[in-house]
């Protein structure tokens, strides 16, 4: 019965980061930040940075909004395009590693 349950946890976990991860994906993340061809931060590196933000209950709504608005000379489409609920997530699924 235990094993059962511990199965079902990961499967849960995974398929939670999987959504995340599909969520970069639809929203043209990965065109800049999965290839180092471009000046974009690849995925560990962000994860790396904003994991200091993991126990700080409302980090992932400040720093989403904080990516959709940009900083002054680095203004993104990709980024300022997002809804303020997908910031979010995609902001957790970063501050949670980027898996
Ligand atoms: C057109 C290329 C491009 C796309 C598409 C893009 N980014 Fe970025 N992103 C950048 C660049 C370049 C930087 C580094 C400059 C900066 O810090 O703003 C960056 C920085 C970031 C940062 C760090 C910001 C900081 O100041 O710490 C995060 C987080 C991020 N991107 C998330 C995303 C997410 C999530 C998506 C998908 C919605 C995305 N990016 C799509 C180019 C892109």
Redesign the pocket.
């Known amino acids: 019965m235990k094993k059962i349950f511990i199965l079902i946890t990961l499967l849960l976990l995974t398929s939670v980061s999987y959504a995340n991860r599909q969520l970069?994906v639809r929203?043209?993340?990965m065109?800049?930040?999965a290839d180092t061809e471009?000046?974009?931060?690849p995925w560990p590196e962000?994860a790396a940075?904003?994991a200091k933000f993991k126990d700080q209950p409302d980090a992932a709504r400040l720093q989403g909004e904080k990516?959709r608005k940009?900083?002054l000379f680095?203004k993104?489409?990709?980024?300022q395009k997002?809804t303020p609920t997908n910031a979010t997530e995609?902001?957790q699924w970063?501050i949670d590693g980027a898996h």
């Open positions: 970069a929203n043209g993340c065109g800049c930040h471009y000046d974009a931060p962000l940075k904003y990516l940009g900083k680095t993104i489409k990709a980024h997002l995609l902001m970063i």
